[in-house]
């Protein structure tokens, strides 16, 4: 039989600003009657990408794959510029879904080329958004773990740091700490993103009034990652998911009463009210597995508005392949 009998889900959670505005630029070219591509997945989450098929927008991987005069979306994570002039130059008609918050990135990254610092970048290589920042400064040293530091950035007189919006705050200053014994001159420019920060900061306040935290995101994304490391940090057992199709085994909730949730700036919030569900289903007491939607609908109402949790989603519909609202085990 169940334990759980209340499951919260953390403040602000859901899409953060960036994702959000490239969906709907996304959806309101297709709306408007255009030939509508993302250039690359828009977020890595199966569930958005087949709303957004069903709607006859189209994931490519290169811009050969668009016919001319179609639309295609960047996505949050930006370009870099040649990829940009390639595409006005084939004759698509480009809708720039690029995060102000990474062009913002971007255009530090011209100002301290221009100013001739050696730049270090912390950022997992080859992801999306460090690929288009490179676009801009191609020369950037890209760190990521710290035991790589020591033999990939070198002693420079002039040297500033920048990083992925989405990186740990706590390993940005443990890095800028350690660029002071490299160089004599050392610029900051705390490019880490303020909605990444405020996701940690709900997470660990969820996380100390619960047994249990599910943390729910894309495997390779950094950002849930770092949500479970936190989780763990604060003292609490923590499980990472993509999805409530991957709670097979409700054994990982027995003897919990209270479980939270939290995700990943991509991952829409209706994904944490299907776990929530789920949750509910296999693992509440009978009571609660009985009423399993309308708590797992309360749970979501409990969290952020949309104003407060920085995205909204409002219009969002996302009925195929949500959890099954009776059967609990
Ligand atoms: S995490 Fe921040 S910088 Fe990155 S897309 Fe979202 S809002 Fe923009």
Same mark, same amino acid.
């Given at each position: 039989?169940?334990?759980?009998?209340?499951? $919260?889900? !953390?403040?602000?959670?859901?899409?953060?600003?960036?994702? @959000?505005?490239?969906?709907?630029?996304?959806?309101?070219?297709?709306?408007?009657?255009?030939?509508? =591509?993302?250039?690359?997945?828009?977020? =890595?989450?199966?569930?958005?990408?087949?709303?957004?098929?069903?709607?006859?927008?189209?994931?490519?991987?290169?811009? +050969?794959?668009? +016919?001319?005069?179609?639309?295609?979306?960047?996505?949050?994570?930006?370009?870099?510029?040649?990829?940009?002039?390639?595409?006005?130059?084939?004759?698509?008609?480009?809708?720039?879904?690029?995060?102000?918050?990474?062009?913002?990135? =971007?255009?530090?990254?011209?100002?301290?080329?221009?100013?001739?610092?050696?730049?270090? &970048? &912390?950022?997992?290589?080859?992801?999306?958004?460090?690929?288009?920042?490179?676009?801009?400064?191609? +020369?950037?040293?890209?760190?990521?773990?710290? +035991? %790589?530091?020591?033999?990939?950035?070198? $002693?420079?007189?002039?040297? !500033?740091?920048?990083?992925?919006? /989405?990186?740990?705050?706590?390993?940005?200053?443990?890095? !800028?700490?350690?660029?002071?014994? $490299?160089?004599?001159?050392?610029?900051?420019?705390?490019?880490?993103?303020?909605?990444?920060? @405020?996701?940690?900061?709900?997470?660990?306040?969820?996380?100390?009034?619960?047994?249990?935290?599910?943390?729910?995101?894309?495997?390779?994304?950094?950002?849930?990652?770092?949500? /479970?490391?936190?989780?763990?940090?604060?003292?609490?057992?923590?499980?990472?998911?993509?999805?409530?199709?991957?709670?097979?085994?409700?054994?990982?909730?027995?003897?919990?009463?209270?479980?939270?949730?939290?995700?990943?700036?991509?991952?829409?919030?209706?994904? &944490?009210?299907?776990?929530?569900?789920?949750?509910? %289903?296999?693992?509440?007491?009978? %009571?609660?597995?009985?009423?399993?939607?309308?708590? !797992?609908?309360?749970?979501?109402?409990?969290?952020?508005?949309?104003?407060?949790?920085? /995205?909204?989603?409002? /219009?969002?519909? =996302?009925?195929?392949?949500?959890?099954?609202?009776?059967?609990?085990?």
């Amino acid at each position: 039989m169940g334990t759980v009998r209340e499951i $919260r889900i !953390a403040r602000r959670t859901g899409f953060c600003y960036g994702v @959000r505005e490239a969906i709907d630029k996304a959806k309101e070219a297709r709306a408007a009657g255009k030939s509508t =591509h993302t250039l690359g997945q828009v977020v =890595h989450n199966e569930g958005v990408i087949s709303d957004l098929e069903r709607l006859g927008i189209e994931t490519v991987e290169t811009l +050969d794959d668009v +016919d001319g005069g179609a639309a295609v979306v960047i996505r949050a994570h930006g370009v870099r510029p040649d990829v940009m002039e390639r595409a006005n130059a084939r004759g698509l008609e480009v809708i720039d879904g690029t995060c102000t918050w990474v062009i913002q990135e =971007h255009k530090e990254l011209v100002k301290l080329v221009e100013e001739g610092y050696t730049i270090v &970048l &912390l950022g997992t290589p080859n992801h999306a958004e460090v690929v288009g920042m490179l676009g801009f400064a191609p +020369d950037a040293i890209v760190v990521d773990e710290e +035991d %790589e530091w020591e033999a990939k950035i070198p $002693r420079k007189k002039r040297m !500033a740091l920048i990083s992925q919006s /989405t990186q740990p705050p706590w390993k940005f200053e443990k890095l !800028a700490a350690f660029l002071v014994s $490299r160089s004599h001159e050392l610029k900051i420019v705390n490019t880490v993103c303020p909605v990444t920060i @405020r996701r940690q900061e709900d997470t660990v306040e969820a996380a100390g009034d619960v047994d249990l935290m599910v943390v729910v995101g894309g495997r390779s994304s950094a950002n849930t990652k770092e949500l /479970t490391r936190l989780v763990g940090i604060a003292g609490k057992p923590a499980i990472q998911i993509e999805g409530w199709k991957d709670l097979t085994d409700a054994s990982v909730f027995d003897g919990r009463e209270v479980v939270g949730i939290t995700g990943g700036t991509s991952t829409p919030i209706e994904d &944490l009210r299907d776990v929530a569900r789920r949750v509910l %289903e296999i693992a509440g007491t009978p %009571e609660v597995a009985a009423r399993a939607d309308e708590l !797992a609908q309360e749970a979501l109402a409990g969290a952020a508005t949309p104003a407060g949790r920085t /995205t909204s989603l409002p /219009t969002f519909v =996302h009925n195929e392949g949500a959890a099954p609202t009776t059967g609990a085990a």
